[in-house]
């Protein structure tokens, strides 16, 4: 147990240079290490005869090294280093290019092992960049195998000849070095207990945990390594569930504010608007007050695709809570959504003389002195005080961790106030999670067992489809004269910068990574403003956004082209959640297949919120690259359409981003769409629960959810 915990700054083999980027991947003890699983294998066959072998064939030899050697071209200065490898049956050459320290890994005599597709050379077949490593004079010594009746216990190598693990990678670390730390640290999973009892892995027939970690990091077969992926993707979310049902226990612990169900104030705000709702809202503004009017604790998540209405719903939440006394606090991601929710709600509840506070990192108002408070993570800073909090509200929920959520929802009041005796000891608000990311059934069922789900399931009546278009390289410039068209109409043009990316990595790391990406960030847009400002359209009126800006500055750009004072708006991806400018009708988006769907239809839903049609236009890369998951964007209506097509097509851009969803691999995707197998999960552990409420009776599972609960934040 105590080898499982030591820091991976302790172990020899590792070099303090790549501990931060070891950390970047999570793997900080040598027991991350073992949970540090491949997302896929190649599949390298058995060792054959060298003079079988022809082109264009997958192959595995064993034989000596000949020769090897190592030069440069004389053109591009290329590493070129060859060898030749002989067996009993032949010889054949291996080239690899831009590897010169093979010749110092690799030596004439030795005993190699080689993996790769042959292709023809001018010399005849050869190996080309083949996978390749060393082999033992004697891998197995003769009584090992007589004690095992002849058979080896394990396959001999771990980069060659079978079927080998590949890593999500990063700089300085790769799939052939983690194999090979792996591979040396992996007979201590025999003291890693499992937290599955006996019989839940009987019954679902799930592989032990150490017979697990070995089938997923060397499987023998691709069946092995199945099994191995089922049993940790039943443990991943049997934990969800279980916290899940923790969490309702938990809840039901405390007490909340019972919020007066007022139906003539209720029918007083339907009335005031200068709209209809649709059923969606009337439904889900239903189910809401009637569990605020309780003193059990409300936990509900509204779901709604963008545009449709989200912000109003919640408002009548908020103004049934600040009529019965108390506060309501709306927690946005972003100082432009916070500002939005602020005019939106100053707009909608006017007519019932409530006082609305803002309260972010640039506009900062007291919170008592209102009756609803909007703000950014500033809402939860320590002298930030609700002497009466009834009511929380934070859009994008996933977005915000879960330690910042626990600390909003469970805040009470530390100073006196004259109503302060209409909360309980022990109450809690009432928590209502917002969300734009439309999810599809199965993943609700896995991740929000904890909470209840309100869906708006349709758009306001007046909204029109939002025309989407894939634009080749060619039509560019019949495209722009398109956004030009519209502008001169009066209306206005988003243009969104593309995901930038360092070192093909997408993933940034460390302090210094994160200043590298936001400079490049900011030089992109720049350099897209720009050419936009100077070439595109000189005629029109161009500004810039993106996240280095103040807040002050940023304001005022909104501000700007929330007044039809700027015609094009070129912008990174901090306009991705929650902007409302009715009055654009056009989206922009370069470098569209670097983006995930989620994000595409973000970005989309920022136009067609107006009465005029509107387009998304989605520019690929130069070369024209288009994916399925760009022809999904377009041919799907609504986010929960879309939201079902990522799921089948699981691009790089998945549905909750990917800080989201690090707790699944890519390999539990198939089985968080499998219905059968959800609920096959659910029944388990309602029996564990009914067996033992406390799991007292099953130590180890008891003690891994209490791990899970700490570690694990699905924001």
């Not at 892995?201 to 017979?211: G, I, N, S, Y």
């Not at 807040?551 to 902007?579: A, H, N, P, Y």
Request: glycine share 6%; hydrophobic share 40%; charged share 30%.
């Amino acid at each position: 147990m105590a080898i499982l915990e030591t820091s991976i700054e302790k172990v020899p083999k590792i070099s303090k240079k790549i501990v931060p980027q070891l950390k970047h991947l999570g793997i900080r003890t040598i027991r991350d290490l073992l949970f540090y699983f491949p997302f896929r294998y190649e599949d390298f066959p058995e060792p054959t005869p060298i003079g079988t072998i022809a082109a264009d064939e997958v192959v595995t030899v064993h034989g000596k090294i000949k020769r090897i050697s190592s030069f440069r071209t004389a053109r591009k200065h290329v590493a070129l280093t060859n060898a030749v490898i002989e067996d009993d049956t032949g010889a054949i050459k291996a080239v690899w290019f831009n590897q010169p320290f093979l010749t110092h890994n690799l030596k004439t005599g030795d005993k190699v092992s080689i993996s790769g597709k042959i292709v023809r050379g001018p010399e005849g077949p050869c190996f080309q960049n083949p996978a390749y490593e060393r082999l033992p004079p004697t891998t197995y010594p003769p009584k090992a195998r007589l004690a095992t009746g002849g058979k080896l216990q394990a396959k001999e190598t771990i980069h060659t000849g079978r079927l080998v693990p590949m890593y999500p990678e990063t700089e300085g670390i790769s799939s052939r070095w983690l194999r090979f730390l792996i591979k040396s640290f992996l007979d201590q999973r025999q003291s890693i207990s499992d937290p599955l009892p006996e019989e839940t892995r009987a019954r679902h027939t799930l592989p032990e945990v150490k017979d697990a970690i070995r089938a997923i990091h060397f499987p023998d077969t691709r069946e092995e390594a199945e099994d191995a992926k089922r049993r940790f993707a039943f443990e991943k979310i049997l934990f969800l569930q279980l916290r899940a049902l923790h969490e309702r226990a938990r809840l039901k612990q405390h007490r909340a504010p019972a919020i007066t169900l007022s139906v003539p104030l209720l029918k007083e705000f339907v009335g005031s608007l200068s709209f209809d709702l649709t059923d969606a809202q009337r439904r889900s503004i239903w189910e809401i007050v009637k569990d605020i009017s309780k003193s059990r604790p409300m936990n509900r998540l509204l779901e709604g695709d963008v545009g449709s209405g989200k912000t109003v719903v919640a408002a009548a939440a908020a103004l049934l809570t600040a009529k019965s006394g108390f506060h309501a606090a709306f927690m946005a991601p972003t100082e432009i959504l916070a500002e939005q929710h602020f005019q939106t709600l100053k707009k909608i509840l006017t007519p019932f003389r409530l006082k609305i506070g803002i309260l972010t990192g640039s506009a900062k108002q007291s919170d008592d002195a209102h009756h609803i408070v909007v703000g950014t993570h500033a809402i939860i800073q320590k002298n930030v005080r609700f002497s009466n909090l009834g009511l929380v509200v934070v859009d994008e929920q996933h977005r915000f961790g879960v330690e910042q959520r626990a600390r909003l929802a469970t805040r009470r009041a530390e100073t006196s106030h004259r109503d302060s005796s209409q909360i309980a000891v022990g109450s809690i608000p009432h928590f209502l999670s917002m969300t734009a990311t439309p999810i599809p059934r199965t993943l609700a069922l896995a991740l929000y067992s904890d909470l209840d789900i309100s869906l708006l399931d349709e758009m306001p009546k007046s909204r029109k489809e939002v025309i989407t278009q894939i634009v080749a390289p060619g039509k560019r410039q019949e495209t722009y004269e398109c956004i030009r068209k519209e502008v001169r109409k009066g209306r206005q043009a988003f243009v969104v910068c593309p995901r930038i990316e360092i070192g093909d990595q997408k993933l940034e790391f460390g302090k210094m990574e994160q200043k590298r990406l936001m400079f490049a960030e900011v030089k992109a847009v720049t350099e897209e403003y720009k050419k936009m400002r100077e070439v595109i359209f000189p005629d029109l009126k161009v500004a810039m956004l993106h996240g280095k800006m103040k807040s002050k500055e940023k304001e005022k750009i909104m501000g700007q082209f929330r007044g039809k004072k700027i015609d094009v708006l070129v912008s990174t991806s901090v306009i991705e959640v929650g902007v409302d400018i009715p009055n654009a009708t056009i989206m922009m988006i370069e470098g569209a297949e670097r983006f995930g769907l989620a994000t595409l239809h973000q970005f989309r839903g920022r136009v067609g919120r107006g009465e005029e049609q509107s387009y998304c236009f989605l520019f690929p890369t130069e070369d024209g690259m288009v994916t399925r998951r760009l022809e999904a964007v377009v041919e799907a209506k609504t986010g929960f359409e879309l939201a079902e097509k990522d799921l089948a097509i699981r691009g790089p851009g998945d549905i909750f981003g990917t800080n989201q969803s690090g707790y699944f691999g890519e390999d539990d995707i198939r089985y968080l769409a499998d219905v059968k197998f959800i609920h096959e999960i659910r029944r388990e552990v309602a029996d564990i629960i009914k067996k033992s409420p406390d799991l007292n009776e099953f130590p180890e599972l008891r003690k891994k959810l209490a791990e899970f609960e700490r570690a694990v934040h699905l924001e």
